[in-house]
C-alpha cells in the first residue's frame, strides 16, 4: 500500500493533447508548498521541480524507500511490478488527488440525490435519483429503501463523507 508520508498534490490541471494528457500542480509536504509538479502530455516523464534543494533531497530519499509499485491488469496489458522512483511516485500521489476530487464531486451530488450502483454495473458507473429538497439524504434513502420498486438491484450506496458502502450500510446525515 502507497503511504503519501506527507506529501500531497494539489490544484491539478490537465489538459487533452494529441500524444496524451498534460498537468500541472503544486507539490506539498506536510502542509507547506515545496514545488510544483508537471507532464508536456507529449509521452514524456512526470516531472518535479522543487523550491529548495533540501526539498529534492527529502524527496528523493523518501521515494527511495518506497521500494515497488504494481500496475494491475488492465486493457489486455498484464499486471506489471516496477520500481518506485520520482515519476511513479508522482503518479501515486495524482491518484490520490483524482479520487479526493472525485469523492467531493459524489458528497456534492448526494446532497440532492441517492448515489447508487446495481447489480452488473462497473467500478466507473453509477445511478442517482434525486430526492425532495425538503429530505435529508438519509431521510430520502429511506424513503426509497421503502417504496423504490427497483432498489431490490441496488448494491452499493455513496455515503457523504464515507464513500461507497454495500447496501444495507446504516446511513448517517
Known amino acids: 500500500m502507497f503511504n ?18 498534460a498537468f500541472t500542480g503544486t507539490l506539498y509536504k506536510d502542509g507547506k508548498r515545496i514545488g510544483s509538479v ?3 502530455g507529449t509521452g514524456g516523464p512526470n516531472c518535479a521541480h ?19 509499485h504494481t500496475y494491475p491488469a488492465r486493457n489486455g496489458r ?19 488527488d483524482d479520487e479526493r476530487r472525485e469523492a467531493r464531486a459524489f458528497d456534492r451530488r448526494a446532497q440532492k440525490a441517492i448515489v447508487y450502483r ?22 430520502a434513502l429511506a424513503a426509497y429503501r421503502a417504496s423504490a420498486p427497483w432498489w431490490s438491484r441496488v448494491t452499493e450506496v455513496w455515503h457523504i463523507g464515507e464513500g461507497w458502502k ?3 450500510a446504516t446511513p448517517h446525515d
Open 4 to 21: 503519501p508520508n506527507g506529501y500531497d498534490i494539489k490544484g491539478v490541471k490537465y489538459l487533452p493533447t494529441h500524444d496524451g494528457v
Open 78 to 96: 498484464p499486471e506489471l511490478t516496477v520500481p518506485f522512483d520520482e515519476e511513479t511516485a508522482i503518479e501515486c500521489l495524482l491518484v490520490i
Open 38 to 40: 508537471e507532464n508536456g
Open 166 to 168: 454495500p447496501e444495507r
Open 50 to 68: 522543487f523550491d529548495t534543494r533540501e526539498a529534492a533531497e527529502a524527496f528523493r530519499a523518501w521515494v527511495a524507500t518506497l521500494g515497488t
Open 118 to 139: 446495481e447489480a452488473g454495473d462497473g467500478p466507473d458507473q453509477y445511478r442517482s435519483a434525486k430526492f425532495a429538497p425538503t429530505l435529508t439524504p438519509t431521510r
